[in-house]
């Protein structure tokens, strides 16, 4: 099968290849690439196909899962591909060391009808390239847990942004220092439960992170600071604000994984911060609340995963998983509390296997329940199940 | 705000039982099952990355950079353990030279994967581990064999 995905891609590596007079070769093992006299490009990706049945229909967020009546279908069942990815590398010798670049897509963007062609949109993932410790563009941001849990959906807790950045990162054998200027973006709760993007930022995010690599496993600690600040926002009933307020927040993500016997492990991550707001649970809690009078209250927000990973063989493993995240909402001056997050927890299960190299065969269980501040709570239970191959 | 206090506690403990994990072998045969055993951890692992859910493909080559330079290391590791084991009384005369060159040849092959994956030759790295597992094999099946 990866040969015939390979003589897919060849002939349009062959076309491009007369334009350019230059050579194109199958890498040792992997990667197709075109070679210049000092670039070398490769081209990859996946092919994903996810089927996912819940009950209520809702995805894996601390943001969706219903609350009260059922909402939308119960035990509907979906097939989707848009988890597909594409990219293209290139590397380039300098005299400030090897340039690397990077485009990455998936096909999230916007979606088409299920009845007919199911056309998914491209969208970007990462673009950006690495040069003499800078990474500059739009990649993960360094605020993320270093270490992630081996399961097919997404932790319900997970501290996951990819945003333009730009980066110094310093390495050493069991080191490796980051500081990194990040994209603002300011979400509030305004005084009738709806969030609002002022867009009035001004300073860039700072993030301090440092992982530290023993034999045991790994460790990261990131370490991030905010300008918080509005101008004359608009509330979400269309009135605009005549004045302004700002405010510093802050965060911690402190993530890893310890190897135990044989080649299981434990992975787990745990974070706190007052205004860390988008930084958790996929947008799920606001970095803070604006009253009528435009003052900002910036919210405390936490959130910790730990999974255990068990390998039966080489090629077939379970991940066992809880992962929480909450929020201590201002919700004395909110009104609409139905509409705003509290916390959310979800226990996950899955059986895993590689049945050939470079690919997933999967399924998860999922227990997930979300809590919102009137004190309403709702529950989905959901069976993922995915193969992929990465090409 | 229990779960906040079982977590922590969660998170102590293994923490705790990490810093229980350390162990200090005293030959140098030990020295080297034990090293074999963490180069098998990072082959697993390199084995893995294609599975690392967000990071971008300049990421997972960042893991695999880092995994083949660990991975190397210890391989130089293994090599001057090697070189310290008393060889069995009954190999032959010229087993010792024979040794030696199998050690030295896994020293070199340790230092080309470190230095390969310094410069991103990531390309490379497949055959030089097969390299390695070429002459670990030969070295085994040399002198394990010898020794009954």
């Known amino acids: ?391 | 705000m229990m779960k906040i206090k079982l977590f922590s506690i969660a998170m102590i403990l293994i923490l705790l039982s990490a810093c229980a994990k350390e162990s200090k072998p005293s030959t140098a045969s030990q020295k080297h099952n034990d090293i074999s055993s963490e180069l098998k951890v990072i082959m697993h692992e390199l084995n893995m990355v294609i599975y690392d859910r967000y990071d971008s493909e300049l990421d997972k080559d960042n893991t695999r950079r880092r995994g083949a330079m660990k991975l190397g290391t210890s391989v130089k590791d293994i090599s001057i353990q090697i070189q310290k084991i008393q060889i069995h009384k009954d190999l032959k005369k010229q087993d010792p030279v024979l040794f030696k060159k199998y050690a030295k040849e896994l020293y070199n092959r340790g230092d080309t994967i470190y230095n390969q994956a310094y410069n991103y030759e990531l390309d490379k790295l497949d055959n030089s581990y097969k390299n390695i597992q070429k002459t670990c094999k030969t070295c085994h099946k040399e002198f394990r064999k010898k020794k009954k």
Do not use: C
């Not at chain 1, 003499?132 to 847990?145: E, P, R, Y």
């Open chain 1, 1 to 391: 099968m990866k040969h015939n995905l390979k003589n897919l891609l060849l002939p349009l590596i062959l076309s491009f290849n007369l334009f350019a007079s230059e050579q194109v070769t199958q890498s040792q093992e992997k990667s197709l690439e075109l070679k210049t006299k000092d670039t070398i490009l490769s081209v990859g990706g996946r092919i994903q196909l996810d089927s996912a049945l819940s009950s209520p229909e809702s995805a894996h967020s601390a943001k969706t899962i219903p609350i009260g009546a059922i909402v939308g279908e119960d035990g509907q069942s979906n097939f989707s591909a848009k988890n597909s990815r594409l990219w293209i590398k290139t590397k380039t010798p300098s005299e400030y060391g090897v340039v690397r670049a990077l485009i990455e897509t998936d096909f999230k963007g916007i979606q088409g009808s299920e009845a007919k062609s199911n056309g998914h949109g491209i969208r970007l993932r990462h673009a950006y390239f690495q040069v003499a410790n800078w990474s500059i563009g739009q990649t993960n941001s360094a605020f993320n847990a270093d270490t992630t849990l081996d399961i097919l959906l997404t932790a319900i807790n997970d501290t996951l942004v990819r945003q333009p950045l730009v980066r110094y990162q310093y390495e050493t054998d069991s080191l490796s220092y980051a500081l990194s200027f990040e994209q603002p973006e300011t979400t509030l709760i305004d005084p009738y439960g709806e969030i609002i993007f002022p867009k009035d930022d001004v300073v860039p995010d700072i993030v301090n992170r440092i992982i530290y690599y023993p034999k045991w496993g790994q460790v990261a600690l990131s370490v991030m600071g905010r300008y918080i600040n509005q101008d004359h926002a608009k509330l979400s009933n269309g009135v605009d604000l005549n004045n302004k307020d700002s405010s510093y927040g802050y965060g911690a993500n402190f993530s890893g994984k310890l190897h135990l016997f044989s080649l299981d492990d434990i992975r787990f991550a745990a974070h706190y911060g007052k205004g860390m707001g988008r930084y958790l649970a996929y947008d799920a809690y606001a970095t803070g609340s604006i009253s009528l009078d435009g003052e900002i209250t910036l919210h405390k927000s936490f959130g910790g995963n730990i999974g255990y990973r068990h390998f039966w063989n080489p090629n077939l493993r379970t991940t066992i998983a809880y992962s929480y995240a909450g929020t201590k909402n201002n919700s004395d001056s909110i009104d609409n509390l139905e509409k705003v997050n509290k916390d959310v927890h979800s226990s996950q299960i899955n059986l895993l296997w590689t049945p050939i190299k470079n690919s997933l065969v999967g399924i998860e269980y999922a227990l997930a329940k979300r809590k919102v501040e009137s004190g309403e709570e709702g529950e989905t239970k959901i069976i993922n199940m995915m193969i992929r191959y990465d090409f």
